[in-house]
């Protein structure tokens, strides 16, 4: 017997990719790009099989400079609480500019040659999910903030395994406005930048010095600036996000008369 029932077999041949992004900076800014970037990589391979291995070569090499970013920032900084090179941050925030435009263009690839599969996307999820994790000790290695490294990959991944989760119901992969691999990955990597003209120690200073305009601010004004940014990240992006998933999710399962319980029941797996 397989890993993978004969019913699994069978969903997997019915299965056909659905997603939906309403940001507008993907929409206006950067899938204008992403369609002329994907213009470099060939369309002359003459069997399905190499057009399959070119879509998950791209995958696998953006997911190799997530890889890179991190072993760099493990180097410079294995504890992850002292300040590296700033030309480390520039290549942290180039690294994950260059694996945000690969995970978009492989499957621009992969429908340009007629090669999208479920395989192709499992592997590309599987990319992402490990993505949460070489990420956050690239941006530990950026914000000096040591063990409290995990706090980021945690916020990364919750919002990860809630939109899979969702996904498992609506059977549409749905990105909001504002999202985490649109305007999330953003954000970090214009911190990389940042961090490499400030220097790394900006995060470890208290937030109301750091940011002067904002020292009014109760609670995260006398914190250190990576601590407050873990405190806005969750209140402000993380929360709503995995708000809106659970909302949808619920909204479905009962328009099906289904167990709204059962439904919740499958996120104590990613709690254990």
């Known amino acids: 017997m397989g890993y993978i029932g004969a019913h699994g077999v069978a969903a997997l041949h019915r299965y056909k990719y659905s997603g939906v992004d309403h940001s507008y900076v993907a929409k206006y800014v950067l899938q204008p790009f992403w369609t002329r970037f994907v213009t470099v990589f060939p369309l002359w391979m003459p069997a399905k099989c190499f057009h399959l291995l070119i879509y998950t070569f791209i995958t696998l090499m953006g997911f190799m400079f997530l890889m890179l970013s991190a072993f760099i920032g493990y180097m410079y900084s294995p504890q992850l ?3 590296p090179p700033r030309w480390v941050h520039f290549a942290h925030g180039l690294l994950l500019f260059l694996y945000q435009t690969f995970d978009a263009v492989d499957g621009k690839q992969a429908r340009r040659t007629s ?3 479920p395989l192709g996307e499992l592997f590309d999820h599987g990319c992402d999910a490990l993505a949460c994790t070489f990420e956050s000790i690239a941006f530990g290695s950026t914000s ?3 063990r409290d490294a995990f706090w980021f990959w945690f916020l990364s ?10 996904h498992y119901f609506t059977h549409s992969l749905i990105l909001p406005v504002i999202n985490g691999p649109t305007e999330g990955l953003m954000l970090i990597y214009t911190c990389h930048f940042f961090t490499a003209l400030v220097g790394a120690e900006w995060w470890i200073h208290e937030f ?5 305009f904002l020292s009014w601010l109760p609670i995260v004004s006398g914190i250190p600036t990576y601590k407050a940014a873990l405190t806005l990240l969750m209140v402000f992006g993380v929360g709503p996000t995995v708000f809106g998933n659970v909302s ?5 399962v009962r328009a099906k008369n289904g167990s709204v319980l059962r439904a919740l029941a499958m996120v104590i797996p990613f709690s254990l």
């Open 157 to 166: 991944a919750v919002p990860f395994y809630g939109a899979t989760w969702e």
């Open 248 to 252: 949808n999710v619920c909204k479905l």
């Open 115 to 117: 090669s999208s599969s």
């Open 208 to 212: 109301g010095k750091s940011v002067p």
């Open 144 to 146: 000096m903030c040591g």
């Open 81 to 83: 609480d002292t300040a």
